[in-house]
């Protein structure tokens, strides 16, 4: 699924028309329709406008793959990540400085 394509379902899913998100971004509507016509390049600075004005994630406008469910948090899903990568990396840095301690002490 296009960018495009998500931006216009969940627009509709949302009940928000073409010329509710155009007035909102400071476009005109025709302008507008050319980005759910996948006419217009977006540049991030446009997704998280769009995003924003949908009230979700600029990620679930760019993760093709992903169907867009209004029922699904994805904040707390992108919270558990984010504190599992984190958790990676904390284990990681203390096993470094392990190693760092011993091969001082081997000096």
């Known amino acids: 699924m296009e960018v495009s394509t998500k931006i216009r379902d969940i ?19 025709r302008a507008y329709s050319k980005i759910e016509l996948n006419e217009t390049e977006l540049n991030w600075k446009k997704l998280n406008q769009i995003a924003s ?12 793959k992903r169907v867009y469910n209004p029922n699904e948090n994805i904040a707390e899903d992108s919270v558990d990540l984010l504190q599992h990568l984190i958790d990676q990396y904390e284990d990681r840095i203390e096993a470094l400085e392990n190693e760092v301690a011993q091969l001082k002490s081997q000096l």
């Open 11 to 29: 627009r509709k899913i949302k009940g928000f028309s073409q010329s509710d998100l155009a007035i909102k971004l400071g476009i005109s509507q």
């Open 53 to 64: 004005i949908l009230n979700i994630g600029v990620w679930e406008l760019v993760d093709t």
